[in-house]
């Protein structure tokens, strides 16, 4: 049972270069989204997506793009990485519906961007 | 709007001693609630979860009841453990399935 794969788990990028956040889900769940961690902060959602070629932005999604081209895939792409954007990342998944229920994570991408 | 309030921490435990991390929200309409857990190095699993008013989701001898009155969800656990230390997030889903989470509470159980 693979679940939610993020792929890498651990990335150092310059501040400009633009980089391809991976997150694979094999459980058929429409919904998938992108969080950030940052320490006394919580998660704080970048953007998710309902279903394939439908996406919608978060609580923080400047910098970062998305794309659902297939139910199973939902990348994150920073285009010019910048400093604040040094985090760790997960990747969730889940089914949608009222009584469902849980969310699915990954088990993190840790970005530094120097 | 949607938000989540929890006690910060660390909180710092004997083993077998008492929890309770305090955990409120702020919602429209009816949400879910749900408490996860992190373990060092790992992502979020989900700890338990509570769907309407009056239930109680309980897990690995950890309980929290869901209480619209007081819009709270707090996490108790009558006798905590060494492997219990982890971070503790308290979150909610709304009727259009987007999650708030609260800031997380570092637990710390010393032997």
Same mark, same amino acid.
Request: net charge neutral; glycine share 10%.
């Given at each position: 049972?693979?679940?939610?794969?993020?792929?890498?788990?651990?990335?150092?990028?310059?501040?400009?270069?633009?980089?391809?956040?991976?997150?694979?889900?094999?459980?058929?769940?429409?919904?998938?989204?992108?969080?950030?961690?940052?320490?006394?902060?919580?998660?704080?959602?970048?953007?998710?997506?309902?279903?394939?070629?439908?996406?919608?932005?978060?609580?923080?999604?400047?910098?970062?793009?998305?794309?659902?081209?297939?139910?199973?895939?939902?990348?994150?792409?920073?285009?010019?990485?910048?400093?604040?954007?040094?985090?760790?990342?997960?990747?969730?998944?889940?089914?949608?519906?009222?009584?469902?229920?849980?969310?699915?994570?990954?088990?993190?991408?840790?970005?530094?961007?120097? | 709007?949607?938000?989540?309030?929890?006690?910060?921490?660390?909180?710092?435990?004997?083993?077998?001693?008492?929890?309770?991390?305090?955990?409120?929200?702020?919602?429209?309409?009816?949400?879910?609630?749900?408490?996860?857990?992190?373990?060092?190095?790992?992502? !979020?699993?989900?700890? !338990?979860?509570?769907?309407?008013?009056?239930?109680?989701?309980?897990?690995?001898?950890?309980?929290?009841?869901?209480?619209?009155?007081?819009?709270?969800?707090?996490?108790?656990?009558?006798?905590?453990?060494?492997?219990?230390?982890?971070?503790?997030?308290?979150?909610?889903?709304?009727?259009?399935?987007?999650?708030?989470?609260?800031?997380?509470?570092? !637990?710390?159980?010393?032997?």
């Amino acid at each position: 049972n693979a679940g939610v794969t993020q792929t890498p788990k651990f990335q150092v990028l310059k501040t400009g270069q633009s980089m391809t956040l991976q997150c694979a889900q094999d459980m058929n769940h429409e919904y998938m989204s992108w969080y950030r961690q940052d320490p006394g902060m919580g998660l704080r959602l970048i953007h998710y997506s309902v279903g394939a070629g439908i996406t919608d932005q978060g609580e923080v999604p400047n910098g970062y793009n998305v794309s659902r081209s297939t139910t199973e895939d939902f990348p994150l792409r920073l285009l010019s990485a910048a400093p604040s954007q040094t985090s760790v990342y997960f990747c969730a998944s889940s089914r949608r519906g009222v009584d469902t229920g849980e969310l699915f994570f990954g088990e993190g991408s840790r970005l530094t961007v120097l | 709007g949607n938000s989540v309030t929890q006690m910060e921490g660390p909180v710092t435990l004997s083993e077998e001693a008492f929890l309770t991390i305090n955990c409120t929200y702020t919602a429209t309409g009816y949400p879910s609630l749900f408490w996860y857990v992190q373990y060092p190095g790992e992502g !979020l699993q989900l700890l !338990l979860k509570a769907t309407k008013a009056d239930d109680k989701g309980s897990n690995k001898g950890f309980e929290a009841t869901y209480r619209k009155e007081t819009t709270s969800f707090h996490l108790e656990k009558g006798s905590v453990q060494v492997s219990d230390s982890a971070v503790y997030f308290c979150a909610l889903k709304n009727n259009f399935n987007k999650f708030y989470f609260g800031s997380g509470t570092k !637990l710390n159980v010393k032997p």
